[in-house]
Each structure stands twice: as C-alpha cells, then as structure tokens.
C-alpha cells in the first residue's frame, strides 16, 4: 500500500494573523482509515480544508497519488479523487434525498430531472449498501440518515480519499456503529478514508493509524494498536485527562421545575410527547437519555417556550410558565444550552463578546438603558479565560472559532448568567477531552451551588457519570426513571431506550 496522500510542511494563517497550521507534516496510506485529533482549535478542520481546496494553503506542498497539487476549488479536490464531509451537515432541508444528491453535479441545476435523480440515488445506495429513502424530504429523516447521505454524495462525486470532519458527534450509539459498519466496508473495497473525532475509543475501534495535531502542529502519527487512550489523550492536551469526579451528597429538598402531564402532536400527526412528567429539584442533575427522536427535543422546546403543548403544565418554582416566551422564561431564571449551537445556540455574524453577553445584557445596562461598556469588556475577557475559548480576542467574528471553541463559549455565557434551573442539551458533544473534563467539572458546580439542573444527552457515559437520576424517553413517554447512584450501566440504559425493557414510573417522575 503506498501513499496516496502527504503534506509537506504545510502552514496555514488566517486573515488576521490567526497561526491555524503550522509546518504540518503527515501522510495517509491507500486503504487505510486514518485518524485525526487533537483539542479544540488544534487545527484539524482547517487542515483538512485545505487538503479539499476550501482554504488557500499559505505555505507547504500537497501530494495526491505522488504528483504536486496546487487546489483553488474544492473541485479541484474532488476532480483528484478527495471528498469531504464537514462537521456541519452541508444540505437543503426542503429538498429530497435525491435531490440533495445530484445537486450541484455535472451542470445539473436546481430544475433537474427529478427521475434520474432519484433512479441514480438508489444505484449507488445499492451499490455501497446504504439503506436510504431517496425521495424524502432531508427536513424528514433521522440525523444518522443526513450522515449516511452526505457520505454518499461524496462517492457520488467519485471520491477515493474520504474525509469526515466528526462524523459521530451527532449520532446516537446505534447510529455510530451502523457507520463503522459501513466504513469498514468502503475501506475493503479499497477507499482510504481521514477520520476526526474528539472520542478516543472510536479512533481504537476503527482507526489503523492516528495523527496527532497539537497547537497547530504534527505531533506524530502512530499505529492505533500501539497507544492507549490514555496515551493520545496526553499527546493532544499536554497532561493527563482524569474523568472520575468527587461527587458532594447533596440534600435537594426545593423542587424547581414541575411538569405535569406533558403532550405534543407534531404536524404530521405524531405524538412526540405523551403524558410526560418530571421533576427537578435544588443541587440535583436529571439526565434524560433516549435514542434521538424520542420526544426529548420537543421537551425542551416546550420548557423553553419555542413549543406549545397540547396539554399539561410547565411549573417553575411553582409559577405556571406553560406557553410563555424564551425571554421571558430566561428572565425567571433558566438557561439554556441548545443542541444545535450554530443554528439557536449563537449569531453567527456576531463578535464572540458580543455572543457571549446576548442572553444576559440587562446586567450590563443602565436605568437609561444605556450599556457600560467597559464592564462587557471586562466580563467578556473573564469567561474567554475562564472558559478556555481559544480566540483572538472578543472581537473575532463567532464564525471564525472553531467547532469545539463556539460550543464554549455556548457554555461560558449560560453559566455566567444567574439562573436557578439548567437546561443543558449535549454540552460536550464535539468538545475535545480536555474541555469535556472542564465542563463536566462545571456543571457538578452548579450543582454543589444548589442550582437544577436537567441534562439530555446522547453521550451515555457523560449521563451516568453526572446524573443524581436517569429518565429514559422512549416514543414519548418516560419508561424508566433509574436512580443513579450506585452508577447505572450504559448496556441497560440502552435496553431502556430501545423499549426492550420497561420499568414502573412513579406519576410524579
Ligand atoms: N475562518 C477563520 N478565520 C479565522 N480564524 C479561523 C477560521 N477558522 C478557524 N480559525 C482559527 O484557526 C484555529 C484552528 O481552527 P480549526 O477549526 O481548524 O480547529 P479544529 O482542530 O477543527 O477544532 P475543533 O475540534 O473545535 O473543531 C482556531 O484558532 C480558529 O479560531
Ligand atoms: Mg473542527
């Protein structure tokens, strides 16, 4: 097997002077599934950018198949063979399967042919051995099916080298091992594929070798078998990453949040929520675990007011705030962090001080309604520190931050904001280990200060290892509320949350 792809040196600055990549050195066998990581901000989307000709290259040689290339299109990239499939899903709601497939094909337009769209679409599903629907609307099917669609329109576009920007980090356990399967077999059938993830055991599970990339540098390649978790963990954070916490008894007395009887129907006529009770009370963590789908979601939305129920009640320190707005729920004394950062978590186009202030102004003005400046400042260049966010500083554009670095400063801004009850929804999902021991430390901090806290997570391990109690949701319901102290295992959590098991639940939650 040789090379079928080398960097030389490769050094990338931004506009601005960021130092993104610097002399980057690394290589990628024909066959072989090839990890990349490294912490938040290390440099490994922007690599990868550039090796699909998204990002100018400021210094350094590419070699593809043992010639020189010089990318400025990611069309040059796919016409040598390289497909990418970014960290963030890349695809048209409002469009089918097929549709979202062929677009952008060989001078095809947006007034296709809707046949041979959708004919070739289920070819190549047969061909890879993909189980997709190709004339659902994308708006309608599961994230795990979004990530099987973009990696076939990366082969559709005759992709041999495949790269996947944390192609797990959004799906569920099933749905990850249903992706090993199928990458396992492009493999075999020869496809050489990079593979970034902040989830080490996934890199040993399927990785045959793994590069390490530490503040923007190559800190060396190795064979998968060779190192520990433990090991490329130390190589990528500079210190040993410790995930057992001291847990304070707390005696959490005062109920904080109420819901009783919860129900939703959605517009097509599903009942995503069904009689859903729970109850959070002071210095308490209650996880919700399910497969995605499961009325979790819709739950939050409703506590949040961006959803109505049908019927039942959302009762906050015994103040009924069924179907009031998000401002004003904020104001009670909630915060929120949403599952998907970019679309409600953070404006985009805004400066990450200004991003990290949003939800939280009116500390910062005046009677007047004047803001003082000088304090944002200030407060601004605290949770930068606090929080870790590797940026710039707080003028830098939220966009230009990396994956893992939005998402804390996500978290930085709901925790500084004096709030009561938590509403947390996959706080470390993308977060690199290091920054997941922090926030994980964080949120037992909350709960040692009294504060609520009710946290849906798709990470199995992160909820047995925070949660005083689980409820586990399945098609709308809560068929398991599992006391968590004596540490719940994630085989049974999935049985739970597969409705292969069942146990009573008292109508209190
Ligand atoms: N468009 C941009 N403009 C300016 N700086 C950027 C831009 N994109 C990324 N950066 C900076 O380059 C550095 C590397 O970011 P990159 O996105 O490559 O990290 P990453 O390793 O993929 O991190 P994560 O694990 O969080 O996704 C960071 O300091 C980031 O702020
Ligand atoms: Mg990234």
Redesign the pocket.
């Known amino acids: 097997m040789g090379k079928v792809l080398e960097v030389i040196d490769l050094t990338?600055i931004?506009?601005?002077g960021?130092l993104?990549?610097h002399n980057v050195n690394f290589s990628v066998d024909e066959g072989e599934i090839h990890a990349l990581v490294?912490?938040?901000?290390?440099?490994?989307?922007?690599?990868?950018?550039m090796l699909f000709g998204l990002?100018s290259i400021t210094s350094g040689k590419v070699i593809v198949n043992n010639k020189e290339v010089k990318f400025v299109s990611s069309k040059d990239a796919i016409d040598h063979g390289i497909g990418m499939v970014h960290?963030h899903f890349m695809l048209v709601g409002s469009l089918s399967v097929a549709d979202n497939l062929t677009l952008g094909v060989k001078g095809r337009g947006f007034f296709q042919d809707k046949t041979k769209a959708l004919k070739e679409t289920r070819e190549i599903a047969k061909k890879y051995n993909f189980d997709i629907d190709a004339d659902k609307l994308v708006r309608d099917i599961s994230v795990g099916m979004k990530q099987k669609l973009e990696i076939l329109k990366v082969l559709y576009r005759g992709a041999k080298i495949i790269i996947l920007?944390?192609p797990t980090a959004v799906l569920t356990p099933q749905e990850t091992e249903e992706l090993f399967e199928k990458l396992v077999e492009l493999k075999k059938q020869g496809l050489t594929i990079i593979f970034?993830s902040?989830k080490l055991n996934e890199v040993k599970q399927l990785c045959d070798r793994v590069t390490i990339?530490k503040n923007?540098k190559t800190r060396g390649t190795y064979l998968t078998k060779d190192v520990t978790e433990e090991e490329i963990s130390r190589l990528m954070v500079g210190r040993d990453v410790v995930f057992e916490y001291n847990r304070k008894v707390m005696n959490s007395k005062k109920e904080l949040l109420k819901l009783e009887n919860m129900e939703y129907t959605d517009y097509f006529g599903v009942k995503r929520l069904d009689g859903v009770s729970l109850k959070v009370n002071d210095g308490e963590i209650v996880g919700i675990a399910g497969v995605e789908g499961n009325g979790q979601s819709e739950l939050i939305e409703i506590i949040m007011g961006s959803m109505k129920p049908e019927a039942g009640k959302v009762i906050f320190q015994g103040k009924d705030i069924t179907g009031k707005n998000t401002g004003f729920i904020r104001e009670e004394g909630i915060s929120f962090i949403p599952e998907d950062r970019l679309f409600n978590g953070c404006a985009e186009e805004m400066s990450v001080g200004d991003n990290l202030i949003v939800s939280n102004i009116a500390s910062f003005t005046n009677k007047l309604g004047i803001i003082n400046e000088k304090k944002v400042k200030e407060h601004c260049k605290e949770l930068i520190k606090k929080y870790l966010v590797?940026?710039?500083d707080e003028n830098?554009?939220i966009?230009?931050?990396?994956?893992?670095?939005?998402?804390k400063a996500i978290v930085a801004r709901e925790f500084s904001a004096p709030s009561e009850l938590l509403i947390i929804s996959q706080p470390t999902r993308?977060?690199?280990v290091g920054a997941i021991e922090f926030i994980h430390k964080k949120i037992l901090e909350k709960r040692e200060d009294g504060k609520g806290i009710l946290l849906v997570s798709a990470d199995l391990s992160e909820l047995i290892g925070l949660s005083d109690r689980i409820l586990v949701m399945h098609k709308g319901k809560v068929v398991a509320d599992l006391n968590n102290t004596k540490r719940v295992s994630e085989e049974e959590l999935g049985l739970y949350m597969l409705g292969v098991k069942t146990k009573e639940v008292s109508a209190n939650g």
Do not use: R
């Open positions: 990338k931004y506009d601005g960021i993104a990549n490294g912490e938040n901000g290390a440099g490994k989307s922007t690599l990868m950018k990002e960290q920007d944390e970034i902040h990339l923007g590797k940026t710039k830098q554009k966009k230009g931050l990396s994956g893992g670095n939005i998402q993308g977060v690199d």
